[in-house]
């Protein structure tokens, strides 16, 4: 059974950072691109940043470049978001999702599976 679990979320203050981690179980990570998107209350789901498959390749939306970061421990079958100088736009539940159509150069990429999330809260 494919399943990506979620983690690391929480509320911090403006300015500060979290690490989120995703976990996959049923299959391995890095044979596939892996993306990160967020849904804020009454908000569209938002791509926020994709890794690409076995070239350590990253894309990123426009509003985190600088402040987010992806990156994968294949040994622990996990993908990371890094995330810093959070502010309270990116208040929203952060979702990992495989990426089968691969990563687009904006970030965004088309969901295949993915987790139930993790809440991120940004407030002071």
């Known amino acids: 059974q494919v399943q990506l679990v979620e983690s690391g979320g929480g509320l911090v203050q403006p300015g500060g950072s979290l690490r989120l981690s995703c976990t996959a179980s049923?299959?391995?990570?890095?044979?596939?691109?892996i993306g990160w998107f967020r849904q804020a209350p009454g908000k569209e789901r938002e791509g926020v940043g994709c890794t690409g498959n076995n070239d350590g390749s990253t894309y990123y939306t426009d509003s985190v470049k600088g402040r987010f970061t992806i990156s994968r421990d294949n040994a622990k079958n996990t993908v990371y978001l890094q995330m810093s100088s959070l502010n309270p736009e990116d208040t929203a539940v952060y979702h990992c999702a495989t990426a089968p159509l691969g990563c687009f150069a904006n970030g965004n990429f088309k969901y295949g599976d993915w987790g139930q999330g993790t809440q991120v809260t940004v407030s002071s």
């Open positions: 049923g299959f391995t990570l890095d044979a596939y691109a």
